[in-house]
């Protein structure tokens, strides 16, 4: 292990791996708390994308890079010694090795549950030959009081302020369990001066360090002047705690209470919770090991409801004798209270950039008109009725449906937020004509918005024809570093799914003679969706799909019919026909409506001149 006993400084900064943005809010505010002048996060990895992430520092935004790999982000920030790596627990193992051997990270710590028990191992031994730390697998990580904390370790704002943990105390805390050492933090707030430091080493069999190494390493800390733990049932770690208390290594007041005491009346064999909490042998109990430690010379209470007052006792004694000086209370800021959730609690009001009253996009389903979007295609309403509801907020008269035309109706629109609608009613607010503002919207339409549709049926279907397998296919995008078109949603996803792509999928297993190029879509779905649940298939993906079954199947165009239809784009001419329908719908509504001129407010606009 590395001879530097401490972990983490006010200087740390981190690498973030995963796109974990709700965590890293958390360090920020904590950093806000602590009154760091840096921010703990230095970069976050999100493979296969870069860029930057914007997020609150305290009262002021900031830019976080972001790097594809960790490699990457090691390199670009030097500084950086910390990786926080929330990786699945398939690919933990991978990720956490390639930190290890960059020469800059010098603590990991691997959040995932469930990586197997001989990569954790191998995880535990590669730290160790290369004097790193590993906090975890299974972990909710670790802090540092006053300096630096990792992901969502502590909880909430409120719990770090009401924990003390704003300011450095005393104590060294090491614990297996992450949910109890949030307990743990504000227990030692109130029977000592706080925590110094707090680490969760995770509930697994074969942690990446153990409740000793942490010990240890906080007896060689100045400022810890006492050493708390909370251990589990199951495995030999606190045994190891009780033989260094033999031999002297451990010369610090150490209380400690081993977990799940209750097991005995249970039959032998039961796993409690972690996967490392399941006795094997009467040593592994926790009466045995509370026991071994009392006797050894620990501080063990009669059970966990006395740990508080144990604290207690053992601090007051030091700070009776001298030996402590009880660290000041220091008041820690209040947190600004986000724009957003202000304004979910109605704690203030702002005024709308404009008005839309033809459509509504933020319901479960798309609405026109105050008319779901399955009520549109259940009674029939068609394109005609969707121009109605949309141009003249009228209900008109139904007819003969056709796939081109559920298509369309599906696509019409998609509320006034989208680059096209948004671009047509500013036009529209400036006075322009209608066409104008129609064509100020339709400029938008491309490879971002509207043109997966084309791309969509251009890959699946030259993927399909070659006899490419799914799994080929996903392997070749990957490989080219594209993202498959028609494949993803913001949104929806499996457990959430979009009823636009019911309905097609639905209509067309109806009416179609063949349904070949969706078929495989969704293999290849079954395959994006195993990997993330909203790699779905989308509206526009499955628009573009099942026009080529409908064009292959109708038996009215030949091959080279087909393939020239899709290669003039009409695909996305479709999209442009239904889409115009909606763009004059909002055009109409400001009209009608007599909105201003439109002109975006100061407080939409992050001014950073000098990033």
Request: proline share 4%; net charge positive; charged share 25%.
């Amino acid at each position: 292990m590395n001879n530097d006993a401490e972990l983490f400084t006010e200087r740390t900064q981190a690498i973030v791996y995963g796109n974990q943005t709700a965590a890293i809010s958390r360090m920020l505010d904590f950093d806000y708390a602590c009154g760091r002048e840096t921010p703990s996060v230095a970069a976050i990895v999100d493979p296969g994308k870069d860029g930057c992430h914007k997020a609150f520092f305290g009262l002021r935004e900031v830019l976080l890079p972001v790097h594809r790999s960790i490699d990457a982000a090691a390199r670009a920030h030097l500084q950086a010694d910390v990786l926080v790596n929330f990786a699945s627990m398939r690919s933990a193992f991978a990720t956490t090795m390639e930190a290890l051997k960059s020469p800059t990270i010098r603590v990991v710590a691997v959040i995932a549950e469930g990586v197997p028990e001989r990569r954790a191992r191998v995880l535990a031994a590669t730290a160790r030959e290369l004097g790193k730390w590993i906090i975890g697998p299974a972990t909710v990580g670790g802090i540092k009081a006053g300096c630096f904390k990792i992901g969502n370790a502590a909880g909430t704002y409120e719990n770090i302020v009401e924990s003390k943990l704003h300011r450095p105390g005393s104590v060294g805390f090491v614990s297996k369990s992450g949910g109890l050492s949030n307990e743990c933090y504000n227990i030692i707030a109130r029977a000592t001066d706080g925590l110094y430091e707090g680490v969760a080493i995770g509930g697994d069999a074969w942690p990446g360090s153990t409740l000793l190494q942490h010990i240890l390493r906080y007896e060689r800390i100045r400022a810890v002047k006492i050493i708390a733990a909370l251990g589990e049932l199951g495995g030999t770690g606190e045994l190891e705690i009780v033989e260094a208390l033999k031999a002297g290594k451990i010369k610090k007041p150490l209380v400690i209470w081993v977990t799940g005491t209750c097991s005995k009346m249970f039959p032998a064999g039961v796993q409690f919770g972690h996967a490392g909490a399941k006795a094997g042998s009467r040593l592994e109990t926790a009466d045995a090991k509370n026991e071994a430690l009392r006797r050894a010379g620990a501080v063990v209470p009669a059970s966990f409801d006395g740990y508080g007052e144990a604290l207690g006792k053992v601090y007051a004694g030091l700070v009776k004798k001298g030996a402590l000086k009880p660290a000041p209370d220091v008041p820690a800021p209040a947190l600004p209270l986000d724009f957003a959730k202000a304004l979910k609690e109605g704690r203030i009001r702002k005024p709308t950039t404009f008005i839309t009253t033809i459509s509504n996009d933020r319901k479960e389903e798309l609405e026109y008109n105050n008319l779901p979007i399955t009520q549109v295609v259940s009674r029939e309403i068609g394109l005609g009725g969707v121009i109605g509801l949309l141009w003249f907020k009228k209900e008109l008269p139904a007819y003969a449906r056709k796939f081109l035309e559920l298509a369309m109706t599906l696509t019409a629109d998609h509320g006034p937020a989208v680059s096209g609608a948004h671009n047509a009613i500013v036009a529209a607010r400036a006075g322009k004509d209608v066409i104008s503002a129609l064509v100020s919207g339709l400029l938008t339409i491309g490879p971002r918005f509207g043109g997966a549709i084309d791309d969509a049926a251009r890959v699946f279907k030259k993927a399909q024809e070659a006899g490419i397998s799914p799994e080929e296919l996903l392997r070749d995008m990957k490989a080219q570093d594209r993202n498959i078109p028609g494949i993803g949603h913001r949104v929806k996803s499996l457990e959430n799914p979009d009823m636009r792509v019911t309905l097609l999928k639905e209509f067309c297993r109806k009416h179609f003679k063949k349904t070949e190029l969706l078929d495989y879509a969704l293999e290849v779905e079954k395959l994006t969706t195993a990997k993330r649940a909203n790699l779905i298939l989308n509206v526009d993906g499955c628009i573009g799909i099942c026009f080529v079954d409908l064009l292959k199947s109708s038996g009215c165009f030949t091959k080279p019919e087909v393939d020239e239809i899709i290669d003039l784009g009409c695909l996305n001419a479709l999209f442009v026909v239904s889409r115009s329908i909606g763009l004059i719908g909002h055009i109409f509504d400001q009209k009608r409506l007599k909105q201003p001129l439109y002109r975006a407010a100061y407080d939409e606009i992050a001014y950073m001149t000098d990033a």
